[in-house]
């Protein structure tokens, strides 16, 4: 039997060896939103209907949020920050009620109203309960969490992630992308990384790319820090090319542009979605040209809707993005890799 190499490998080998370098600590974990939502709190796909009905978007299929949003701000709001306002107050409204549809207590409900205008998205949650790390749902995340990363970047604005890292025994430093604004900005010790440290399994960097929901010391709300619609990502794609390898120009940290040369894992992003167009053309792309780099894409559809796209996906996929496809749910990949974890 020949010795492989990397390009030549079985699926099968690439997938372990992917998974070998993820126990090593050696691949960066890329999560989006929707993905934090579905394992934290109720279903991102609920929580885009209820987002939909409140923007009063007028079509049945519906789009992205970055759509959803970009409706907004030129249908119903006056400005960027209004729109971006009403969306974090869609959230907190969509997780209230939920969470009083699951049976939360009339105490605990009165007490998170009376707190609604004072706290962010993740602390208002945490007044609510959630994320509820004794349900099923959470399980992925727990397993991310104990798994020895020492970087994690997100398209969330939520700490739903930190959560988990703090449950697992770790510290993480929450950061977030100056995708927007100039160097001395006030939420600037959001995106300075101090000089002498070093992201570990125990000290992991958590960096937001699409901003913070509010400051994780203050609490203050942060919704100028969002990437929330298409024409913030489009901008953000401007600003992360023009200030590229210009050392204080550059609007992403060495350490977070270091992590993007490891094998990197993209999870619970749609492939047509603006949150991935951003992050692929914008950071993985550019990062990786010319590196012989393979990835992970957990990509999930319907069996009709995978008999329809599964060669274009592989080609796509395979050869302009480098990145392997496991077909499955982010619970069933993670499964995967606690399993391995396993002596």
Aim: net charge negative; aromatic share 10%; glycine share 8%.
């Amino acid at each position: 039997m020949p010795i492989w190499d990397d390009e030549d490998l079985p699926a099968a080998s690439q997938a372990q060896s992917i998974s070998q370098r993820v126990r090593a600590g050696n691949a960066l974990p890329i999560l989006s939103h929707s993905a934090l939502f579905d394992l934290a709190l109720f279903g991102h796909e609920s929580f885009k209907r209820f987002y939909a009905e409140k923007v009063g978007y007028p079509y049945p299929n519906l789009p992205d949020i970055g759509q959803l949003a970009n409706y907004d701000r030129y249908t119903n709001r006056s400005s960027d920050g209004a729109c971006k306002e009403f969306y974090l107050d869609c959230l907190k409204n969509h997780i209230f009620r939920e969470a009083r549809a699951a049976g939360v207590d009339e105490e605990t409900l009165a007490e998170a109203r009376g707190q609604y205008d004072r706290v962010g998205v993740t602390a208002f949650a945490h007044l609510l309960g959630y994320p509820r790390f004794d349900l099923p749902q959470t399980l992925p995340l727990q397993v991310l969490a104990n798994l020895p990363f020492k970087t994690y970047l997100t398209i969330s604005a939520s700490a739903f992630l930190e959560d988990a890292l703090r449950r697992a025994g770790k510290q993480p430093l929450t950061k977030m992308c100056r995708w927007r604004g100039p160097v001395d900005a006030p939420e600037k010790d959001l995106w300075l990384i101090p000089d002498d440290y070093r992201p570990s399994a125990e000290r992991p960097l958590v960096y937001h790319l699409c901003g913070l929901d509010a400051h994780p010391q203050t609490g203050a709300a942060l919704p100028g820090s969002l990437a929330l619609s298409e024409d913030d990502h489009l901008e953000m794609l401007v600003n992360l090319a023009e200030g590229r390898g210009k050392d204080t120009a550059d609007r992403l940290p060495a350490l977070v542009r270091g992590a993007l040369f490891d094998d990197v894992i993209l999870l619970g992003f749609r492939l047509d979605s603006w949150a991935f167009r951003g992050l692929y053309y914008g950071l993985i792309r550019q990062t990786g040209q010319g590196r012989d780099r393979r990835g992970v894409c957990v990509v999930q559809l319907p069996p009709e809707e995978r008999a329809k796209q599964e060669k274009y996906l592989h080609g796509y996929l395979d050869r302009e993005a480098r990145l392997d496809i496991f077909w499955g749910n982010l619970e069933e990949y993670t499964d995967t890799l606690k399993e391995l974890r396993q002596p």
